[in-house]
Protein backbone atom coordinates (compact mmCIF):
# COMPACT_ATOMS: atom_id res chain seq x y z
CA UNK A 1 0.00 0.00 0.00
CA UNK A 2 1.54 3.17 -1.24
CA UNK A 3 -0.52 6.27 -0.52
CA UNK A 4 0.73 9.70 -2.37
CA UNK A 5 -0.70 12.33 0.14
CA UNK A 6 -0.15 15.14 -2.01
CA UNK A 7 -2.31 13.63 -5.00
CA UNK A 8 -5.03 12.35 -2.98
CA UNK A 9 -5.94 16.01 -1.03
CA UNK A 10 -5.16 18.01 -4.37
CA UNK A 11 -7.87 15.72 -6.10
CA UNK A 12 -9.93 15.92 -3.56
CA UNK A 13 -10.12 19.35 -3.38
CA UNK A 14 -10.63 19.75 -6.98
CA UNK A 15 -13.74 17.19 -7.05
CA UNK A 16 -14.86 19.37 -4.24
CA UNK A 17 -14.87 22.43 -6.06
CA UNK A 18 -16.52 20.87 -9.21
CA UNK A 19 -18.94 18.94 -7.25
CA UNK A 20 -19.72 21.26 -4.54
CA UNK A 21 -18.34 24.75 -5.28
CA UNK A 22 -16.71 24.03 -1.76
CA UNK A 23 -13.03 26.10 -1.03
CA UNK A 24 -10.56 23.76 -0.73
CA UNK A 25 -9.73 24.74 2.89
CA UNK A 26 -13.01 23.31 4.29
CA UNK A 27 -12.39 20.02 1.94
CA UNK A 28 -11.23 16.97 4.13
CA UNK A 29 -10.44 13.04 3.56
CA UNK A 30 -12.34 10.68 6.13
CA UNK A 31 -9.16 8.46 6.74
CA UNK A 32 -11.12 5.46 8.21
CA UNK A 33 -13.10 4.95 4.98
CA UNK A 34 -10.61 5.81 2.81
CA UNK A 35 -7.88 3.05 4.61
CA UNK A 36 -11.00 0.42 4.69
CA UNK A 37 -11.47 1.27 1.01
CA UNK A 38 -7.82 0.71 -0.41
CA UNK A 39 -7.30 -2.50 1.66
CA UNK A 40 -10.53 -4.30 1.73
CA UNK A 41 -9.50 -6.96 -0.53
CA UNK A 42 -6.18 -7.23 0.81
CA UNK A 43 -4.32 -8.08 3.93
CA UNK A 44 -1.28 -5.82 3.69
CA UNK A 45 1.98 -7.09 4.76
CA UNK A 46 3.65 -3.25 3.85
CA UNK A 47 1.78 0.38 4.14
CA UNK A 48 3.74 4.06 3.43
CA UNK A 49 1.85 7.15 3.30
CA UNK A 50 4.17 10.02 2.20
CA UNK A 51 3.84 13.85 1.94
CA UNK A 52 5.51 17.37 2.78
CA UNK A 53 4.45 19.02 6.75
CA UNK A 54 2.18 21.68 6.53
CA UNK A 55 0.53 22.91 9.41
CA UNK A 56 -2.26 21.20 11.08
CA UNK A 57 -1.47 17.87 9.45
CA UNK A 58 -0.12 16.37 12.44
CA UNK A 59 -3.37 14.46 13.62
CA UNK A 60 -2.97 12.67 10.08
CA UNK A 61 0.16 11.56 10.71
CA UNK A 62 -0.82 10.32 13.86
CA UNK A 63 -3.97 8.64 12.47
CA UNK A 64 -1.89 6.84 9.90
CA UNK A 65 1.05 5.41 12.37
CA UNK A 66 -2.15 4.09 14.47
CA UNK A 67 -3.24 2.60 11.52
CA UNK A 68 0.17 1.04 10.51
CA UNK A 69 1.39 3.22 7.75
CA UNK A 70 5.47 4.32 7.55
CA UNK A 71 4.82 8.08 7.21
CA UNK A 72 7.61 9.30 5.03
CA UNK A 73 7.56 13.21 6.13
CA UNK A 74 9.64 16.02 4.48
CA UNK A 75 9.46 19.49 5.32
CA UNK A 76 8.67 22.00 2.44
CA UNK A 77 10.94 24.41 1.19
CA UNK A 78 11.06 27.77 -0.78
CA UNK A 79 12.14 26.93 -4.35
CA UNK A 80 13.76 30.21 -6.46
CA UNK A 81 10.46 32.28 -6.83
CA UNK A 82 9.83 32.23 -2.78
CA UNK A 83 7.24 30.05 -2.31
CA UNK A 84 6.90 26.88 -0.39
CA UNK A 85 7.27 23.81 -2.43
CA UNK A 86 7.61 19.44 -1.50
CA UNK A 87 11.23 18.10 -1.63
CA UNK A 88 11.73 14.73 -3.24
CA UNK A 89 8.75 13.20 -1.55
CA UNK A 90 8.07 11.36 -5.05
CA UNK A 91 11.32 10.09 -5.09
CA UNK A 92 11.00 8.75 -1.41
CA UNK A 93 7.71 6.87 -2.55
CA UNK A 94 9.78 5.21 -5.58
CA UNK A 95 12.43 3.87 -3.56
CA UNK A 96 10.47 2.25 -1.47
CA UNK A 97 7.94 0.76 -3.78
CA UNK A 98 11.50 -0.54 -5.57
CA UNK A 99 12.49 -2.01 -2.10
CA UNK A 100 8.69 -3.41 -1.65
CA UNK A 101 9.39 -5.04 -5.31
CA UNK A 102 12.53 -6.67 -4.24
CA UNK A 103 11.68 -8.06 -0.91
CA UNK A 104 8.83 -10.00 -1.49
CA UNK A 105 8.40 -12.67 -4.38
CA UNK A 106 4.74 -12.83 -6.51
CA UNK A 107 1.96 -13.03 -6.42
CA UNK A 108 1.79 -9.91 -4.76
CA UNK A 109 -0.24 -6.79 -5.08
CA UNK A 110 0.95 -3.20 -5.67
CA UNK A 111 -1.75 -0.81 -4.47
CA UNK A 112 -0.77 3.12 -5.53
CA UNK A 113 -2.92 5.26 -4.98
CA UNK A 114 -1.77 8.93 -7.05
CA UNK A 115 -1.91 9.39 -10.74
CA UNK A 116 0.80 11.31 -11.05
CA UNK A 117 2.33 9.28 -14.51
CA UNK A 118 5.23 11.76 -15.03
CA UNK A 119 8.78 12.00 -14.04
CA UNK A 120 10.38 13.40 -11.28
CA UNK A 121 13.40 15.38 -10.63
CA UNK A 122 15.98 13.14 -10.51
CA UNK A 123 14.36 10.58 -13.46
CA UNK A 124 12.05 8.28 -11.39
CA UNK A 125 8.62 7.77 -11.67
CA UNK A 126 5.18 6.18 -10.29
CA UNK A 127 4.86 4.99 -13.85
CA UNK A 128 8.51 3.26 -13.98
CA UNK A 129 7.77 1.40 -10.95
CA UNK A 130 4.88 -0.27 -12.29
CA UNK A 131 6.47 -1.35 -14.91
CA UNK A 132 9.07 -3.27 -12.82
CA UNK A 133 6.17 -4.77 -10.39
CA UNK A 134 4.88 -6.51 -14.06
CA UNK A 135 7.40 -7.55 -15.29
CA UNK A 136 8.34 -9.83 -11.90
CA UNK A 137 4.94 -10.89 -12.40
CA UNK A 138 2.69 -8.68 -9.94
CA UNK A 139 -0.77 -7.25 -9.89
CA UNK A 140 -1.31 -3.34 -9.72
CA UNK A 141 -4.18 -1.60 -8.11
CA UNK A 142 -4.19 1.92 -9.58
CA UNK A 143 -6.27 4.11 -7.22
CA UNK A 144 -6.45 7.71 -8.25
CA UNK A 145 -8.81 10.90 -8.76
CA UNK A 146 -10.24 10.59 -12.57
CA UNK A 147 -9.29 14.27 -12.85
CA UNK A 148 -5.76 13.59 -11.61
CA UNK A 149 -5.02 10.23 -14.02
CA UNK A 150 -2.51 10.12 -16.27
CA UNK A 151 -2.93 8.87 -19.58
CA UNK A 152 -0.06 6.64 -19.27
CA UNK A 153 -1.48 4.94 -16.81
CA UNK A 154 -4.39 4.24 -18.38
CA UNK A 155 -2.52 3.48 -21.88
CA UNK A 156 -0.77 0.62 -19.67
CA UNK A 157 -4.23 -0.81 -18.14
CA UNK A 158 -5.16 -0.98 -21.46
CA UNK A 159 -2.21 -3.37 -22.57
CA UNK A 160 -2.48 -5.34 -19.05
CA UNK A 161 -5.86 -6.34 -18.92
CA UNK A 162 -4.36 -8.95 -16.68
CA UNK A 163 -2.39 -7.25 -14.38
CA UNK A 164 -3.70 -3.68 -13.69
CA UNK A 165 -7.22 -2.18 -12.13
CA UNK A 166 -7.86 1.60 -12.13
CA UNK A 167 -10.32 1.80 -9.43
CA UNK A 168 -11.36 5.58 -9.82
CA UNK A 169 -11.82 7.59 -6.21
CA UNK A 170 -14.91 9.82 -7.96
CA UNK A 171 -16.84 7.19 -7.33
CA UNK A 172 -16.27 7.11 -3.52
CA UNK A 173 -16.19 10.73 -3.09
CA UNK A 174 -19.23 11.12 -0.38
CA UNK A 175 -17.53 8.11 1.31
CA UNK A 176 -14.62 9.09 1.83
CA UNK A 177 -14.54 13.48 2.25
CA UNK A 178 -16.41 15.30 4.06
CA UNK A 179 -17.02 19.70 4.54
CA UNK A 180 -15.57 21.42 7.66
CA UNK A 181 -18.61 24.58 7.90
CA UNK A 182 -17.95 27.97 8.25
CA UNK A 183 -16.47 30.80 6.29
CA UNK A 184 -13.67 31.04 4.19
CA UNK A 185 -11.81 33.27 1.81
CA UNK A 186 -11.81 31.76 -2.05
CA UNK A 187 -9.28 31.73 -4.67
CA UNK A 188 -10.39 35.55 -5.40
CA UNK A 189 -10.31 36.67 -1.91
CA UNK A 190 -14.61 36.46 -1.49
CA UNK A 191 -15.47 35.22 2.16
CA UNK A 192 -18.13 31.86 1.14
CA UNK A 193 -20.05 30.25 3.21
CA UNK A 194 -19.76 26.20 3.88
CA UNK A 195 -22.22 24.22 5.05
CA UNK A 196 -21.19 21.09 7.21
CA UNK A 197 -21.09 17.87 4.96
CA UNK A 198 -20.66 14.58 6.99
CA UNK A 199 -19.05 11.47 5.21
CA UNK A 200 -21.76 9.04 3.93
CA UNK A 201 -20.68 5.51 4.71
CA UNK A 202 -19.00 3.24 2.20
CA UNK A 203 -20.70 1.13 0.37
CA UNK A 204 -19.57 -2.55 0.72
CA UNK A 205 -18.46 -4.96 -1.85
CA UNK A 206 -15.73 -5.17 -4.78
CA UNK A 207 -14.40 -1.94 -5.30
CA UNK A 208 -14.91 -0.41 -8.59
Known amino acids: MFVDNSN ?13 AAPWPAVRI ?8 IESDYLPVSRVLAGSL ?5 KLWQYARKYGYDTSLLKRVRNDDGRLAEQAVDEVMHAKIAGALLDYEPPQTLVLVTG ?13 QVHRALKRGWFV ?7 LLSRNFLRLAAQHKDQIT ?4 ENYYESI ?4 GGDYTDRRGHTVQVNERIVSPLRTGTRE
Open 141 to 147: DVISWRL
Open 54 to 58: PPGNE
Open 8 to 20: LIGGAQKVARDRE
Open 30 to 37: YWRNFFQL
Open 177 to 180: TFLC
Open 116 to 128: DGAEAEFGTSFLQ
Open 166 to 169: VIEL
